[in-house]
């Protein structure tokens, strides 16, 4: 891919540039700054970060490749990435995302000034590509402990800017990387767990505790969107068809959130959040990134929600879709059997965020 043509609107046509570039190139400092000088730490930075689930985007029309925002809406769960990291003259990397940690490697030294290397260890949950965020759960694994390696210049603050302005993906250019688009919801989820709404320019509006006590499930129903519709052409159905509906409904969808979603989250009412999400399923981007899958998501989703199950969501864009319930595993498991899904994962929300231990 290099120039595409985006159009969310009757007046709305931009062009995205996608062209590929090598991890170090095209770095953003966006104007972070450093709350002390860097200087190496002795000792192993062992880093955890919680997966998390993106409930929807809020308005795609508000960010673009390079330009992060558009909010988002998504909490952390007990499924972890992790990362090894220390301080070393000369930067080694064992890892599958190593152009990733490459091209934030450059960017944290260019906006902190650290000048030595790093060794570099990272272990995912070994389900990626399936929206639940395992780039960006990467990143900020990583981000963090180079910043603990460093010893710690820049904040928290530091790192989701940082990285939300440098998210990158790997492409299929041997050696290249190019701008994603990043809402910034992942890295907050990791940092803060529970559930986090995020607007635009990557600016926190609500963190809180979510669905304690909760079982939550992933079932990854099968679906042909990867094989019909790859590359550009997945790209352009998808961006232009979804950008246009957020233009008709992103009011709504922020009012949604503002007005039910929030207070049902504070009061810790999980039906009520669930039927939210559940017609946010229906409303401007989301609808688009379902129906990408076909409505064969639909039709699994419905059948989960007629079965009793309080919260029944997609994560971004699939086709991972998140189930969150009082029941039991035997009792999912029946319900699952019923409809013809499997369990990929059982696990619960993670509250507590991204964890720092250190060893010598």
């Known amino acids: 891919m290099a120039i595409l043509q985006i159009r969310g609107g009757d007046l709305d046509l931009v062009e995205y540039d996608f062209t590929p570039f090598n991890p ?27 997966a998390r689930i993106h409930l929807s985007v809020l308005d795609m029309n508000r960010f673009s490749p390079g330009t992060p925002g558009g909010g988002g809406i998504g909490f952390a769960l007990q499924l972890y990435h992790e990362a090894e990291v220390s301080a070393a003259e000369k930067t080694e990397i064992e890892s599958s995302r190593h152009l990733l940690i ?70 299929d250019a041997e050696g290249k990387v190019v701008f994603g688009f990043e809402t910034g919801l992942g890295a907050l989820a990791s940092l803060n767990g529970g559930m986090n709404i995020i607007g635009d320019k990557l600016t926190p509006i609500c963190s809180r505790p979510f669905a304690e006590g909760y079982h939550i499930y992933i ?13 550009e052409n997945e790209f352009s159905l998808l961006m232009n068809h979804a950008r246009l509906l957020d233009t008709r409904d992103r009011e709504l969808k922020a009012y949604m959130i503002m007005m039910d979603f ?11 959040m669930g039927d939210i999400i559940w017609e946010l ?37 699939g086709p991972s879709v998140c189930v969150i319930t009082e029941k039991n595993e035997e009792e999912m498991q029946k319900i699952a059997d019923s409809i013809g899904l499997e369990i990929a994962v059982s696990t619960k929300a993670d509250n507590c965020g991204l964890t720092v231990e250190k060893s010598e």
Request: proline content about 3%; overall charge neutral.
């Open 262 to 272: 929030i207070p049902a989250l504070i009061r810790g009412d999980i039906k009520t």
């Open 102 to 171: 490459h091209h934030l490697e450059a960017a944290f030294k260019k906006v902190t000034g650290y000048t030595g290397g790093f060794r570099i260890k990272t272990c995912d949950h070994g389900r990626e590509h399936i929206g639940l965020g395992s780039t960006c759960t990467t990143a900020v694994a990583v981000l963090t402990g180079m910043n603990e390696a460093a010893g710690r210049p820049l904040d928290n603050e530091g790192i989701r800017m940082l990285l939300g302005h440098n998210y990158v993906e790997e492409t």
């Open 281 to 317: 399923e229906f409303r401007g981007s989301k609808r688009a990134e379902v129906q990408h899958h076909s409505f064969i998501i639909y039709q699994h989703m419905n059948a989960l929600r007629s079965a009793g199950l309080e919260f029944v969501a997609m994560s971004s864009v």
């Open 219 to 231: 079932v990854i129903p099968k679906t042909h969107a990867a094989e019909e519709n790859a590359g």
């Open 24 to 50: 170090g190139e095209n770095i953003r400092t966006a104007n972070v700054s450093c709350i002390r000088e860097p200087n190496a730490e002795a000792g192993t930075f062992h880093i955890r970060a919680p």
